[in-house]
């Protein structure tokens, strides 16, 4: 069996390298364009390590944007969004996947078909709700329509779906009430889709250009995108600023994946019950 | 509790950015794209106004070009626009009738005052029963880049270049190069601005309207637009094409020296200074079709317009306001700092604004433009790249694809000014 | 006032559940009644609207790009799911190999090209498949097969931005099996060796079923999320200073969410890219549903 081993072990090895330079090509472009003066970034074929090195490019972004109010803005709202989205998730996710109640199904389609309409065409009801409540141009008005993610609700579901259901009829038996048994037993049984629920929304939310753009009118709310999109103008893009934008703006993601996937390692057993 | 103090502190968190801000003053809300050139000399000229007009506070939003018409659109359609915006000119039918906009104020700016102070293609777009609605920004032609280094390898001339079609044809022909399998590995003409080259042989070959809108139709279907879409055909297609779609599909050939003409506004030329200083590049007018008087080769004229929201409170202001941006004092700023040209016609061939050969043929081509005639912006060059996808791409005959093509957007004017 | 069991559950549902109802009415049940609103009427933002009733579906259904635009959205998803789910799987499998060094490595790279900036993602690939001096172009003369024109062909564009889609992706679904993975106690598969399973029979029978939950999210999610995709092809066609039509060449690329934007912000008829909305609403979620019964497996945990 020795041998095969092996040549299975090389043969993952060798396919996950070229995996890893396909991954990280435009990465590596990313990072080698934010120094390059913006003739150099448009060259054909692209050079990979900068002719005429420069940082310049990061002084602009923080000098034609505020970027640093940019960037707390969106730790703000990541956080905010984060935070909103775990716990609504989890909680609509345990009724889903554990409660019986009339209703069930049609309340879980209909959570689920949010995700199916394009969120251009419920940009201006949303605008004007925001208008009427007052909230636009702050922080919670560009968090808003994100506090609640069917996505997340699903994604936990499926999680909370293979926690046995033992582990909560004991704890109901020994007189747990039902907001100790979601704070107890289930949730510390789903850090792993916790950890990557975290990750998702941060990582998307990070990005989301387009409603902060509208629903924000001054600095006092505007997100890293809406820095990044600034540098693509009418007569051409100057991408070289927009680069080295968001190389400092990819800290964060990384960082945060880095720090949470240790999570999705060391799983937690199954066996056993939880007290 | 820990976990039970952070959700708290994330509440509070959540509560405390509620913040919002009251202004006493007159605010005068203005949206414009951003551009890293205009905008600080839109709010240097803000700081201007507002100093001259105690009392008012301008709010500049820039807004990002992609998504400017998202957060316009959605603005409007939620009926919470700003009081002054800016709009291409292939909206200023549409939006001149439409009543979303307050014209100007007979008290601000008369008619006449308007018709004798800019050049009548920078306005004549946003003229509606009688009145104005919108004044000019944003003023380009189009001109063509030459690549003399490319010419001169061609065995070229580039103090000659093509002053008419036939000659465009054969010397883009020229610098053409092929490898051995016959796929272009340099172009003649660089034509990824596309709605530069059909616009400007369309507007060159027909003699009348190019949209006529009292008949709410399109003229191009018929002989004289046939022409400007045959130079295309010659052009593109054939063994002897002088670009490819897939010749540097989505990069910058002119910029590249991958490609001896470039047609683009005036404006690339500060953009070929900062990135690309190296390339031995000239400006010069378009070509005239054959036959065409040469001393005066039409070229078409693009601008925007500064309008003044019909929802506004302050209309008379808001027309003071964008009256003072389209003022000679602010148009010699565009024209210096962002290498915008100038709709004043006391401005054209100012010796101040012209301090280089660039410059003057620039400021020429201003005298020689006819504006863009289209009811639309994105929708009328859709239907028009169209036709050049299905002669170039799709193989499809001339006059196939420019039938299709000049019934759709007939259909389209018919839909917009029922 | 003793509750019964049963009513003490839905009690605690309904409890639980207030919170994610409320702002769902607010974010998503308002707007889709507003859009539904908006969908009966003719209205192009410069005039004003006029009621129509259930024209604009009516047009919606002759329209050739209606049609043109599912069947790309439906292409773009037969394409990228399926190959998403089996290369995520296999790298979550290789990751998870107890004896594998650098996983951690491995698995932060694997995950970048989803958080990777999307200007700078279109520009490489871009590059990677220009057609006369690009490197697939390149490889593929040298293997002497033909080299299509990719995103300047009508026919070849789309699959080029379908790699591409497959390429953010991998990372997202990756992570998701790889948690899954996680939830599979280890006892039972040193039991199955114990038993002399060999490890394809390990897989088949003791792997799949217990990721089936995991499998059936990431399938169901990554089809809506297909039916949907917006960014990737918007971005590579008409993204920057290609001075690009969204829709690619003669619409080749025309996902039906560009299809509906178009409609909507480009040539201001809201009513009608409205309408053209709620069909798409109406496709995923008939599309949800039958992959729910389809590949839903219960299991008695």
Redesign the interface.
Known sequence: MKGADYVLKVLVYFSLAIGVVIMLLPLVWMFSASFKPLGEVMRTPPTWIPLQPTVNNYKEVFRQVPFAKYYLNSVIVAIIVIGSVLITSSLAAYVFAKFEFPGKQIWFFLILSSLMVPFQVRMIPLYRISVSMGITDTLFGVSFPWLVDAFGIFLMRQFIITIPTELIEVARIDGASEPLIFWRVILPNCKQALSALAIFTFAWNWEEFLWPLIASNSNASRTIPIGLQSFAEQYGSNVHWQMAGAVVAIVPLLLVFMLLEKQFVEGITMTGLKG | MR?GSL?LT?VI???L????AASPQVVIRHWQ????SRTPVLESVAKEFEKRNPGVTI?F???????Y???L??????K?GPDVFQVPMG?GI??SR???LAPVPESVFTTKEIEASFLPWTVSQFKYNGKYYGLPT?VQTLVMFVNDTLLKEAGLDPNKPPRTWSELIEQSRIVTKRDKSG???QGGLDT????AVINLFLHQSINGPVVDVAKKRVTYGEREGLEAWNLIAQLMTGPEAVDS????????KF??E?AAFYIN?P??RG?LE????DIKWSVHHVPAPDGHDLSKPTTVGHHWAYVANAKTQNQKLAWQWIQFLASEEVQRKWVLESRDLPSLIRLVNDPELTPDLEAKIAMDSLQFARPFEGV?R??V??IR??IW??IV??GMSVEKAVSAGAMAETNLIQR?LR | MRLSSSQRETLWAYIFLIPTLVLFGFIVLYPFIYAFYLSLLEWGIFGNSTYTGLRNYADMLKDNLFWKSIGITLHWTAGVVPGIIAISLLIALALNIPTLKLKGTFRTIYFIPVVTNMVAASFVWRWLFEPTFGVVNYFLGLLGLPEPGWLASTKWALPAMMVVGIWKQIGFAMVIFLAGLQTIPKEIKEAARIDGASRWQEFCRIVLPLLNPTIVFVAVMLVINALRVFTIPYVMSAGGFTYGVPGGPLNSTRVFVIHIYDLGFRQFNIGYASANAFALLLLIMSVTIIQMKLIERPFEY
């Open positions: 976990k959700v994330w968190l959540m509560s950015c509620l913040v919002g794209h951003h551009h890293e709010e939003e820039p807004i990002p070009y992609d998504a018409f998202d957060k659109l959605t603005a409007l359609a939620s919470t909206f549409e939006m439409s009543g979303l944003d796929k272009i590995i990824r601005y596309k709605w779609p897939t010749f540097l599909t989505g990069q910058m910029e590249q991958r506004h404006v690339t953009r900062l990135n690309h200083p639309g994105n929708d060059d859709e790249n169209e996808d299905n791409i799709g917009k």
